[in-house]
């Protein structure tokens, strides 16, 4: 089973959409997917309403999430390693104990913008709109993602 690590800030909106999304498009049977914060912010607690909100306009149900602090054993535990942007990559990376570790930890948006480096915007001090953007990018990395997975890229 490949495992596959969703992280941003907090935890609360878009590495949980990221999750939602992913879980949706892959086989559970094939693929565990989690998502984690760099920040210990919201441990314990539901993501945000309006990532709630955006995802069940989408026929996605995130409510079964908790929010969760990343941690160095996740390189063990994960396969590939998703951040939102480039502030969180430096945390996540900061935390790598070897060549291995780091080769794990990518981008997303780098699925649909290779090597451009883009960030996920954070949506959390935005409106309803940013967190609906949030989902479309996120949508559009997920497809890559399991286009690469099923064509054994990955």
């Given at each position: 089973?490949?495992?596959?690590?969703?992280v941003?800030l907090?935890?609360?909106?878009?590495s949980?959409?990221?999750?939602?999304?992913l879980?949706?498009?892959?086989?559970?049977?094939?693929?565990?997917?989690?998502?984690?914060g760099?920040?210990?912010?919201?441990?314990?607690?539901?993501?945000d309403?309006?990532s709630?909100?955006?995802?069940?306009?989408y026929?996605?149900?995130i409510?079964?999430?908790?929010c969760r602090?990343?941690?160095?054993?996740?390189?063990?535990?994960?396969?590939?390693?998703?951040?939102m942007?480039s502030?969180?990559?430096?945390?996540v990376?900061?935390l790598a104990?070897n060549?291995?570790?780091?080769?794990?930890?990518?981008?997303i948006?780098n699925?649909?913008?290779?090597?451009?480096?883009?960030?996920v915007?954070?949506?959390?001090?935005?409106?309803?709109?940013?967190?609906?953007?949030?989902y479309?990018m996120?949508?559009?990395?997920c497809?890559?993602?399991?286009?690469?997975?099923?064509?054994?890229?990955?």
């Amino acid at each position: 089973m490949k495992r596959i690590l969703m992280v941003c800030l907090g935890n609360i909106c878009r590495s949980p959409l990221a999750e939602g999304i992913l879980k949706s498009k892959v086989d559970s049977q094939k693929y565990f997917i989690d998502s984690a914060g760099t920040g210990g912010y919201h441990i314990g607690k539901l993501p945000d309403s309006r990532s709630i909100a955006v995802a069940k306009k989408y026929n996605i149900d995130i409510t079964d999430q908790r929010c969760r602090q990343f941690e160095q054993s996740d390189f063990d535990n994960f396969d590939m390693i998703y951040v939102m942007d480039s502030f969180n990559m430096q945390d996540v990376l900061s935390l790598a104990r070897n060549k291995e570790d780091r080769a794990k930890v990518k981008l997303i948006l780098n699925e649909i913008f290779p090597g451009e480096n883009v960030d996920v915007p954070d949506p959390y001090h935005d409106s309803e709109r940013g967190f609906e953007n949030v989902y479309k990018m996120l949508d559009k990395a997920c497809n890559v993602i399991v286009e690469r997975l099923e064509n054994g890229e990955y």
